[in-house]
């Protein structure tokens, strides 16, 4: 009993969190829309608009749901719940600090790779199901996206599994900071097993790993469909791409399921290249940095911090740049991106056979 | 071959072809209807798209949806009620319009070589204002097309003081009914030079940002260059004019080629399309040659205020309604005159009549109707994203398509 119990209350947690999540970073990406557009963003609700979107999921729960006549009821119906919890499940595996861990699973990696990919199944069934020309043409491009755009983030991801020999996404992030039972090189070079900090985290160790973080952090854009490849949401092209006929709090659930994936995957970036929870902060001789910073509570702010980092580079590249084309992107994916992560694949193979001997 | 009365009107011709071509759409097409809601398409206009997947095979436009009857409005009242209506043409450019309208009659009247030089030089200084208010929205949206939205907001933001100071001028924001046949509503606020020019030394940094953000964009460039290209035999052909002739190669501005009101005392250039980043008469020439005529605009409002600052300084006696006329007395004549605007050459064909200041017919010739024509031969065989690009680097609106 107190097994599923506690299973129940994990759930509960982070679903709380992620809800906590999608009205932080809606407000933040509309005050950083602001700030890069010369405008305000929200200031009338609550002071500096800070209630505003608590008043837009107020007023999406209120709505009536409306299912267009000629939809697949059962399809238009269940997309929106497939979509999130498909991207809900990637969080059981994601470590937050030293020791906590929503589910301990050995193979956390693949099973993270694995159930974002149900994602798409959602968005198809969401397209087809509500009838719409545009969102069946939304929901196209997006599983074309998506798929495609697996292959070069999940070569990424390969290249620093090999590095850290591992898909345990809780030993990763161990293997990247002064916890560790291994010898850590910055480079290959120079053992930082001690200092640790910033210099143990896997882009540094294996320098290659930085650019797999780069194609790793643009394919994990496309997939889930930020701009500039937002293009299965086009606006200006397809209205709201496979979202169309959504309204409510079937809406709600769409746009909490694209923060949470926004979330989930400059995690999965953060703890597979960047260190988790691991602090960035080094040991300097008798100065122990690095040591003083690590921690349960240090770890989730470690956690949160650089997350939330790379969500705010998420955003700012939004309001940025201008869209691509699906076929700009296909060949951005498969004539750019692919070849450079089966590069670093096998620059990694090198690396562990004759560096990190 | 004139057209009988007992004859099949040439529409039914053409309604008969469109009911046959979309009765014949096969299975592997799709039939997509494009607004007249629709996100980009910048108004009311409706497109029909049948297309293979993604790859748009014919668009078939559908105007009217915003018809207001300006021509009939023109038939039932003077020269001076039908400014303001002049003004909801192309209500992104008020000023342009009713500079056109007015010129004309002025013209008809005989009275275009009295008008005084600050009046002149006033409407040219508002005209171009009105141009780059006009461009800035082009631009703008065509970022929004492509996804950008950023440069929406940013053009938005110094369009606003172009706004205020037109608001200034002439009591609103967007429909002026400032230029009056023989003159103007009335004189420039006093300190509108001095507040213009501290827009223009604010403005011209603003155009390198926006540059930056947009213009030489790898992402804008790979989404625009190459795409819709428009050769210069298909732009005359089609009647396109303005921007998008010019894209085309084609050095054509009434500015220049009719030297109306003080233009030929004026230093600009014009500027055209060189195909720089892909092809001549693409988008992104297209969209180029709005940023440098913007550029120009500026210049020529710099001439203007020195000009209006220093010789044509404002006077104690100085009437701008001194020469409005009473009544516009005509004799029946048809006269047709253009003009310069931001989408284009905008004419009006006036056919008036003896003993009344009521025309018998006007007609407008909205340069974003003839602009617009052209998209059908654009868009064959474009991707969805590719059509919303060429929509979106015509630049129409839809007030003035439809009139």
Same mark, same amino acid.
């Given at each position: 009993?107190?097994?599923?119990?506690?299973?129940?209350?994990?759930?509960?947690?982070?679903?709380g969190?992620?809800?906590?999540?999608?009205?932080?970073?809606?407000?933040?990406?509309?005050?950083i829309a602001?700030?890069?557009?010369?405008?305000?963003?929200?200031?009338e609700?609550?002071?500096?608009?800070?209630?505003?979107?608590?008043?837009?999921?107020?007023?999406?729960?209120?709505?009536?749901?409306?299912?267009?006549?000629?939809?697949?009821?059962?399809l238009?119906?269940?997309?929106?719940?497939?979509?999130?919890?498909?991207?809900?499940?990637?969080?059981?595996?994601?470590?937050?600090?030293?020791?906590?861990?929503?589910?301990?699973?050995?193979?956390?990696l693949f099973?993270?790779?694995?159930?974002?990919?149900?994602d798409?199944?959602?968005?198809?069934m969401?397209?087809?199901?509500?009838?719409?020309?545009?969102?069946?043409?939304?929901?196209?491009?997006?599983?074309?996206?998506?798929?495609?755009?697996?292959?070069?983030?999940?070569?990424?991801?390969?290249?620093?599994?090999?590095?850290?020999?591992?898909?345990?996404?809780?030993?990763?992030?161990?293997?990247?900071?002064?916890?560790?039972?291994?010898?850590?090189?910055?480079?290959?070079?120079?053992?930082?097993?001690?200092?640790?900090g910033?210099?143990?985290?896997?882009?540094f160790?294996?320098?290659?790993?930085?650019?797999?973080?780069?194609?790793?952090?643009?394919?994990?854009?496309a997939?889930?469909?930020?701009?500039?490849?937002?293009?299965?949401?086009?606006?200006?092209?397809?209205v709201g791409?496979?979202?169309?006929?959504?309204?409510?709090?079937?809406?709600?659930?769409?746009?909490?399921?694209?923060?949470?994936?926004?979330?989930?995957?400059?995690?999965?970036?953060?703890?597979?290249?960047?260190?988790?929870?691991?602090?960035?902060?080094?040991?300097?001789?008798?100065?122990?940095?690095?040591?003083?910073?690590?921690?349960?509570?240090w770890?989730?702010?470690?956690?949160?911090?650089?997350?939330?980092?790379?969500?705010?580079?998420?955003?700012?590249?939004?309001?940025?740049?201008?869209?691509?084309?699906?076929?700009?992107?296909?060949?951005?994916?498969?004539?750019?991106?692919?070849?450079?992560?089966?590069?670093?694949?096998?620059?990694?193979?090198?690396?562990?056979?004759?560096?990190?001997? | 071959?004139?057209?009988?009365?007992?004859?099949?009107?040439?529409?039914?011709?053409?309604?008969?072809?469109?009911?046959?071509?979309?009765?014949?759409?096969?299975?592997?097409?799709?039939?997509?209807?494009?607004?007249?809601?629709?996100?980009?398409?910048?108004?009311?206009?409706?497109?029909q798209?049948?297309?293979?997947?993604?790859?748009?095979?014919?668009?078939?436009?559908?105007?009217?949806?915003?018809?207001?009857?300006f021509?009939?409005?023109?038939?039932?009242?003077n020269?001076? #009620?039908?400014?303001?209506?002049?003004?909801?043409? $192309?209500?992104?450019?008020?000023?342009?319009?009713?500079?056109?309208?007015?010129?004309?009659?002025?013209?008809?009247?005989?009275?275009?070589?009295?008008?005084?030089?600050?009046?002149?030089?006033?409407?040219?200084?508002?005209?171009?204002?009105?141009?780059?208010?006009?461009?800035l929205?082009?631009?703008?949206?065509?970022?929004?097309?492509?996804?950008?939205?950023?440069?929406?907001?940013?053009?938005?933001?110094?369009?606003?003081?172009?706004m205020?100071?037109?608001?200034?001028?002439?009591?609103?924001?967007?429909?002026?009914?400032?230029?009056?046949?023989?003159?103007?509503?009335? $004189?420039?606020?006093?300190?509108?030079?001095?507040?213009?020019?501290?827009?223009?030394r604010?403005?011209?940094?603003?155009?390198?940002?926006?540059?930056?953000?947009?213009?030489?964009?790898?992402?804008?460039?790979?989404?625009?260059?190459?795409i819709?290209?428009?050769?210069? $035999?298909?732009?005359?052909n089609?009647?396109?004019?303005?921007?998008?002739?010019?894209?085309?190669?084609v050095?054509?501005?009434?500015?220049?080629?009719?030297?109306?009101s003080?233009y030929?005392?004026?230093?600009?250039?014009?500027?055209?399309?060189?195909?720089?980043?892909?092809?001549?008469?693409?988008?992104?020439?297209?969209?180029?040659?709005?940023?440098?005529?913007?550029?120009?605009?500026?210049?020529?409002?710099?001439?203007?205020?020195?000009?209006?600052?220093?010789?044509?300084?404002?006077?104690?006696?100085?009437?701008?309604?001194?020469?409005?006329? #009473?009544?516009?007395?005509?004799?029946?004549?048809?006269?047709?005159?253009?003009?310069?605007?931001?989408?284009?050459?905008?004419?009006?064909?006036?056919?008036?009549?003896?003993?009344?200041?009521?025309? #018998?017919?006007?007609?407008?010739?909205?340069p974003?109707?003839h602009?617009?024509?052209?998209?059908?031969?654009?868009? #064959?065989?474009?991707?969805?994203?590719?059509?919303?690009a060429?929509?979106?680097s015509?630049?129409i609106?839809?007030?003035?398509?439809?009139?």
């Open positions: 009993m107190a097994f599923y119990l506690t299973y129940l209350l994990i759930g509960a947690i982070l679903f969190f992620i809800a906590g999540f999608t009205l932080f970073a809606v407000y933040s990406e509309r005050k602001g700030f890069v557009q010369d405008r305000l963003g929200p200031m609700t609550g002071r500096y608009g800070s209630l505003q979107t608590l008043a837009d999921i107020l007023k999406l729960i209120q709505k009536e749901y409306i299912t267009p006549a000629a939809a697949d009821k059962v238009f119906a269940a997309a929106p719940v497939i979509i999130f919890i498909a991207i809900f499940l990637g969080f059981a595996v994601m470590p937050w600090a030293p020791g906590l861990a929503p589910s301990g699973l050995y193979l956390g099973f993270v790779i694995a159930i974002i990919s149900v798409a199944i959602g968005l198809l969401a397209g087809w199901g509500s009838n719409n020309k545009f969102s069946l043409l939304g929901s196209m491009r997006a599983v074309a996206q998506i798929v495609s755009y697996e292959i070069p983030s999940g070569l990424a991801l390969i290249a620093a599994v090999m590095v850290a020999q591992t898909l345990d996404l809780r030993e990763i992030v161990v293997n990247q900071g002064i916890q560790t039972a291994e010898h850590l090189l910055l480079a290959g070079i120079w053992d930082v097993t001690d200092i640790g910033l210099f143990a985290w896997n882009v160790q294996a320098p290659h790993l930085l650019l797999a973080y780069v194609i790793f952090f643009i394919a994990s854009l997939e889930c469909n930020r701009a500039p490849f937002d293009i299965p949401e086009a606006e200006s092209e397809l791409g496979f979202h169309t006929e959504y309204g409510g709090l079937r809406f709600a659930f769409i746009f909490l399921a694209e923060y949470a994936m926004m979330f989930l995957v400059a995690m999965i970036g953060v703890v597979v290249f960047l260190g988790g929870w691991n602090t960035p902060l080094p040991n300097i001789g008798a100065v122990r940095l690095a040591d003083w910073t690590t921690g349960l509570v770890g989730i702010f470690w956690t949160l911090s650089k997350t939330l980092l790379i969500v705010g580079v998420q955003m700012w590249i939004r309001w940025t740049l201008p869209r691509l084309r699906a076929d700009q992107l296909m060949s951005l994916c498969w004539k750019v991106l692919t070849p450079l992560a089966f590069l670093c694949m096998a620059i990694s193979g090198i690396w562990r056979v004759w560096v990190m001997v | 071959m004139a057209f009988q009365l007992n004859d099949t009107p040439p529409y039914q011709e053409a309604l008969r072809a469109y009911e046959a071509r979309l009765a014949a759409v096969g299975a592997e097409e799709m039939v997509i209807n494009m607004g007249p809601q629709h996100p980009s398409t910048h108004g009311v206009l409706r497109l798209l049948i297309t293979d997947g993604e790859l748009v095979k014919e668009v078939i436009p559908h105007v009217g949806y915003l018809h207001r009857c021509e009939k409005h023109a038939e039932s009242m020269y001076g #009620k039908t400014i303001p209506f002049t003004d909801r043409l $192309d209500y992104l450019a008020s000023m342009n319009n009713s500079h056109a309208f007015v010129m004309g009659v002025e013209r008809m009247l005989g009275i275009d070589r009295k008008i005084p030089k600050r009046i002149e030089y006033i409407r040219v200084l508002v005209c171009e204002l009105n141009r780059i208010a006009s461009h929205i082009a631009i703008g949206t065509y970022g929004i097309d492509i996804g950008a939205f950023t440069p929406f907001m940013w053009c938005f933001r110094d369009r606003e003081h172009i205020n100071m037109l608001e200034w001028a002439s009591g609103s924001r967007m429909l002026y009914n400032y230029i009056w046949v023989g003159g103007l509503f009335y $004189d420039l606020p006093v300190g509108f030079e001095a507040r213009c020019s501290e827009f223009v604010y403005f011209k940094p603003k155009l390198p940002e926006l540059d930056e953000l947009l213009t030489d964009n790898q992402i804008f460039i790979s989404r625009t260059a190459n819709g290209i428009l050769p210069a $035999d298909v732009a005359i089609y009647g396109c004019s303005g921007p998008m002739l010019r894209a085309s190669g050095k054509w501005d009434l500015r220049r080629v009719d030297e109306y003080v030929p005392e004026l230093e600009f250039d014009i500027p055209v399309g060189k195909g720089e980043m892909g092809s001549k008469g693409d988008c992104w020439d297209r969209f180029k040659v709005r940023i440098d005529e913007v550029k120009e605009s500026v210049r020529i409002i710099e001439q203007c205020l020195e000009r209006l600052e220093g010789p044509l300084k404002r006077t104690a006696d100085f009437d701008p309604r001194a020469l409005v006329p #009473k009544k516009v007395n005509l004799k029946a004549q048809d006269y047709y005159v253009r003009a310069e605007n931001p989408k284009g050459e905008l004419g009006f064909y006036f056919v008036t009549q003896e003993k009344t200041d009521i025309p #018998k017919r006007v007609k407008a010739r909205g974003s109707f602009n617009l024509s052209v998209l059908p031969e654009l868009a #064959k065989g474009v991707l969805i994203a590719d059509l919303i060429i929509l979106g015509i630049d609106v839809l007030g003035e398509v439809d009139r």
